[in-house]
């Protein structure tokens, strides 16, 4: 027993004294260039933003004490609780980086102090300078944009999952007039309990899976379709048809979407038009509730085919002739070779794009917003018309009526639903699983 104790004395005293102060540990093992720099580096940070932090984490717990008000006619400028919430988170990542060098600090007299418990050379700062160049260099490569994805992508996705948290909304709730308050789970029950929202979320959820399933079922068969009459051996022109079918894909597709919101416009679109000199009546496209998630599907289906259509054309060229023509000897008819052959097999190697292709039709705010901007009207949605999905309701109710927090609340459920069905369904993929064995 004494025997361990003391082969791991300087380990256990370098550890505990990097624990005790940044940099002693380091002195203890000798490396007195490497113990100054990050004695001097830690005390000159912590006393030089301690007062920042302390500042900044009160703000984010508080979010604020006094709101902008007005005393003897003149303004008196207070807190302003999103200000306060930035600020907190960015001082929160500094002090767990802080604390991260904390945790590296112990760890490195640590390992060090236990190469002199083996009876070898402590490395200088020299030393670990070159070490660091050449073992560690790709993780120091990725140093500036992992900083760079922390300030750009994680704080602003925390801030976001936070607002949801509060109660950041008009007409009481918006700064600096007013502060924002903690309210846990609040806006979340709200949504679930509150007979408005509950009929709102519920209902526009229902479509917004219905429209993803619809659009991206409909873009596939679509899309199959033509690539197998383009690849027909019969057919003639094969350039010149794949050269048709893929325009509707090269023209940008918010002009499209507003040249189709002016063709089948009710009042003085020309489709209508031309059907009621045909003697037919005019058919509400973008008016009528169930007319227009009929017309949304349909003006995917223009939008989306062609890119299927190129994709199946590749996969088509790739299956193997063999399996035909065994199937056509055992007397296999056209269906039974498209049903138990070709679209087992292009369905094994789009999987994966179906599955963004539906996570995309998910979230596809530019074909509801461009075409029908959420209408026609619903009476009883909130602050939401008949077509609009999740994604152009958080539009509407941040953007237009300041209801900051349940738009995030019903993010984050979005995020985790789509997160799920994607991580299940890729999970379930047979190319997945044959990624997983190799």
Same mark, same amino acid.
């Given at each position: 027993?004494?025997?361990?104790?003391?082969?791991?004395?300087? #380990?256990?005293? !370098?550890?505990?004294?990097?624990?005790?102060?940044?940099?002693?540990?380091?002195?203890?093992?000798?490396?007195?260039?490497?113990?100054?720099?990050?004695?001097?580096?830690?005390?000159?940070?912590?006393?030089?933003?301690?007062?920042?932090?302390?500042? %900044?984490?009160?703000?984010?717990?508080?979010? @604020?004490? !006094?709101?902008?008000?007005?005393?003897? @006619?003149?303004?008196?400028?207070?807190?302003?609780?999103?200000?306060?919430?930035?600020?907190?988170?960015?001082?929160?990542?500094?002090?767990?980086?802080?604390?991260?060098?904390?945790?590296?600090?112990?760890?490195?007299?640590?390992?060090?102090?236990?190469?002199?418990?083996? %009876? =070898?050379?402590?490395?200088?700062?020299?030393? *670990?300078? #070159?070490?660091?160049?050449?073992?560690?260099?790709?993780?120091?490569?990725?140093?500036?944009?992992? @900083?760079? !994805?922390?300030?750009?992508?994680?704080?602003?996705?925390?801030?976001?999952?936070?607002?949801?948290?509060?109660?950041?909304?008009?007409?009481?709730?918006?700064?600096?007039?007013?502060?924002?308050?903690?309210?846990?789970? =609040?806006?979340?029950?709200?949504?679930?309990?509150?007979?408005?929202?509950?009929?709102?979320?519920?209902?526009? *959820?229902?479509?917004?899976?219905?429209?993803?399933?619809?659009?991206?079922?409909?873009?596939?068969?679509?899309?199959?379709?033509?690539?197998?009459?383009?690849?027909?051996?019969?057919?003639?022109?094969?350039?010149?048809? =794949?050269?048709?079918?893929?325009?509707?894909?090269?023209?940008?597709?918010?002009?499209?979407?507003?040249?189709?919101?002016?063709?089948?416009?009710?009042?003085?679109?020309?489709?209508? &038009?031309?059907?009621?000199?045909?003697?037919?009546?005019?058919?509400?496209?973008?008016? &009528?509730?169930?007319?227009?998630?009929?017309?949304?599907?349909?003006?995917?289906?223009?939008?989306?085919?062609?890119?299927?259509?190129?994709?199946?054309?590749?996969?088509?060229?790739?299956?193997? #002739?063999?399996?035909?023509?065994?199937?056509?000897?055992?007397?296999?008819?056209?269906?039974?070779?498209?049903? %138990?052959?070709?679209?087992?097999?292009?369905?094994?190697?789009?999987?994966?794009?179906?599955?963004?292709?539906?996570?995309?039709?998910?979230?596809?705010?530019?074909?509801?917003?461009?075409?029908?901007?959420?209408?026609?009207?619903?009476?009883?949605?909130?602050? !939401?018309?008949?077509?609009?999905?999740?994604?152009?309701?958080?539009?509407?109710?941040?953007?237009?009526?300041?209801?900051?927090?349940?738009?995030?609340?019903?993010?984050?459920?979005?995020?985790?639903?789509?997160?799920?069905?994607?991580?299940?369904?890729?999970? =379930?993929?047979?190319?997945?699983?044959?990624?997983?064995?190799?």
């Amino acid at each position: 027993m004494n025997l361990t104790q003391e082969a791991g004395r300087y #380990r256990t005293k !370098a550890g505990l004294l990097s624990a005790l102060l940044i940099g002693l540990g380091q002195l203890y093992n000798r490396q007195y260039g490497k113990g100054l720099l990050f004695m001097t580096g830690a005390q000159l940070l912590f006393w030089t933003y301690y007062p920042i932090a302390f500042k %900044g984490i009160a703000g984010l717990i508080t979010l @604020g004490k !006094a709101p902008t008000r007005i005393v003897g @006619g003149k303004i008196v400028q207070g807190d302003h609780s999103i200000f306060l919430l930035i600020g907190g988170l960015i001082t929160l990542v500094i002090v767990l980086l802080f604390v991260g060098f904390y945790v590296l600090n112990i760890y490195d007299a640590r390992k060090n102090g236990e190469l002199r418990d083996e %009876g =070898r050379r402590v490395p200088g700062l020299i030393d *670990s300078f #070159r070490t660091a160049r050449f073992r560690h260099l790709p993780y120091l490569l990725l140093l500036p944009a992992c @900083g760079f !994805a922390l300030f750009v992508t994680v704080i602003p996705l925390t801030f976001n999952v936070l607002i949801a948290f509060t109660n950041y909304s008009a007409p009481a709730h918006i700064p600096d007039r007013a502060l924002v308050d903690w309210v846990g789970l =609040r806006t979340f029950t709200d949504l679930f309990t509150q007979e408005a929202w509950r009929s709102t979320f519920l209902g526009i *959820s229902v479509w917004n899976i219905a429209w993803a399933a619809a659009s991206t079922v409909s873009v596939f068969f679509g899309g199959l379709l033509l690539a197998l009459m383009v690849n027909y051996p019969g057919i003639r022109f094969k350039r010149f048809w =794949r050269t048709m079918f893929i325009l509707p894909w090269a023209v940008p597709q918010f002009i499209s979407i507003l040249v189709f919101r002016v063709l089948l416009n009710g009042s003085f679109g020309p489709v209508n &038009d031309m059907l009621m000199k045909l003697g037919i009546p005019a058919v509400p496209w973008l008016s &009528d509730p169930l007319m227009a998630k009929v017309t949304i599907v349909l003006v995917n289906l223009w939008f989306s085919t062609p890119f299927l259509m190129a994709l199946m054309s590749g996969v088509l060229t790739t299956l193997p #002739r063999d399996l035909y023509e065994a199937a056509e000897v055992d007397g296999a008819s056209g269906r039974q070779k498209f049903v %138990g052959i070709t679209l087992p097999l292009v369905l094994a190697a789009t999987a994966p794009i179906l599955i963004m292709q539906f996570a995309f039709n998910f979230n596809n705010f530019n074909l509801i917003y461009l075409l029908t901007d959420g209408g026609p009207d619903h009476p009883g949605y909130y602050y !939401a018309g008949s077509t609009d999905i999740l994604i152009s309701w958080i539009y509407k109710m941040t953007l237009n009526q300041s209801q900051f927090n349940m738009a995030s609340a019903v993010s984050i459920i979005m995020f985790v639903f789509i997160a799920a069905f994607s991580l299940w369904n890729y999970r =379930r993929m047979k190319s997945t699983r044959e990624e997983d064995l190799v």
